[in-house]
C-alpha cells in the first residue's frame, strides 16, 4: 500500500500569506495518479487539482500543484478567506489511498 | 447535472448492521465506477471501496473487506454500502463519490452529501 503523509497538520495563516501544504509518499509513483481535494466544514471534498499540477474546472490560478519524485507540493498565493478548510491527497494507481490531511486555518 | 443522492443519518447499536444508499442521477449509470468514503469524526479520509456498475463487480479495502458489502439496483441507479459487525469506530460520515470521465483526472469529480452513522450502545 501506499502511504502518504502531509504536512503540516495545522498551517495557521492571516489572508494574503502563501501557503505550502506537503504530500509525501512512501514510494515513488506516477505524477498523474495524484490528487488534491480541498473540503469546507459541513461539506464533502471538492476536487481541486488533478495529475499532480492540473487545477480542475472554476478552480482559482492561485493554486498550484508541482511534483518531485515521492514529494508532491500544494501552493497557495495569497489565500483569501474561502480556501480555508482541509486538503488532502490522494493516490489513485496502486489501489487508492488519502494522506491524512492539512488544515489551512486563520 | 450529476447527481449523489444518500440516504439519512442513523443510530445503530455495536454489533448491529447499516446499509446506506446513493441515488445517482444526471448521467448514465453504467459509465462510471462508484467509491465509498468515511471519515471518522475530526479525522482524515479513508476509501472503502468501488463497485463497478457496468458488471457489478466490486472490490473492498483489505481491512474492511470482511465487514463490508456493495451491491446495486441498475433499475433505479442507486449503490448501496452494506456495513456488519459494527464497532463505535465504525462512527462516521460515510460518502459516495464517481469516478472523474475524463480520463487524465484519476479521482472523483463528484460526491455525495455524506451519511452520518452513529454506532452507541
Known amino acids: 500500500e501506499i502511504v502518504l503523509t502531509q504536512s503540516p497538520g495545522t498551517l495557521s495563516l492571516s489572508p494574503g500569506e502563501r501557503a505550502t501544504l506537503s504530500c509525501r509518499a512512501s514510494?515513488?509513483?506516477?505524477?498523474?495518479?495524484l490528487t488534491w481535494y480541498q473540503q469546507k466544514p459541513g461539506q464533502a471534498p471538492s476536487l481541486l487539482i488533478y495529475a499532480a499540477s492540473t487545477r480542475a474546472t472554476g478552480v482559482p490560478d492561485r493554486f498550484s500543484g508541482s511534483a518531485s519524485g515521492t514529494d508532491f507540493t500544494l501552493t497557495i498565493d495569497r489565500v483569501e478567506p474561502e480556501d480555508f478548510g482541509v486538503y488532502f491527497c490522494q493516490q489513485y494507481g496502486v489501489s487508492l489511498t488519502f494522506g491524512g490531511g492539512t488544515k489551512v486555518q486563520i | 447535472q450529476v447527481q449523489l443522492v444518500q440516504s439519512g443519518a442513523e443510530v445503530k447499536k455495536p454489533g448491529a448492521s447499516v446499509k446506506v444508499s446513493c441515488q445517482t442521477s444526471g448521467y448514465t449509470f453504467t459509465d462510471q465506477y462508484l467509491h465509498w468514503v468515511r471519515q471518522a469524526p475530526g479525522q482524515g479520509l479513508q476509501w472503502m471501496g468501488w463497485i463497478n456498475p457496468k458488471t457489478g463487480g466490486t472490490h473492498s479495502t483489505r481491512i474492511l473487506r470482511d465487514r463490508v458489502s456493495l451491491t446495486m439496483d441498475t433499475s433505479i441507479s442507486t449503490i448501496y454500502l452494506e456495513l456488519s459487525g459494527l464497532r463505535s469506530d465504525d462512527t462516521a460520515i460515510y460518502y459516495c463519490?464517481?469516478?472523474?470521465?475524463?480520463?487524465?483526472?484519476?479521482?472523483?469529480?463528484?460526491w455525495g452529501q455524506g451519511t452520518r452513522i452513529t454506532v452507541s450502545s
Open positions: 463519490a464517481r469516478d472523474s470521465p475524463v480520463l487524465a483526472i484519476k479521482g472523483f469529480d463528484v
Open positions: 514510494q515513488i509513483f506516477n505524477s498523474n495518479w
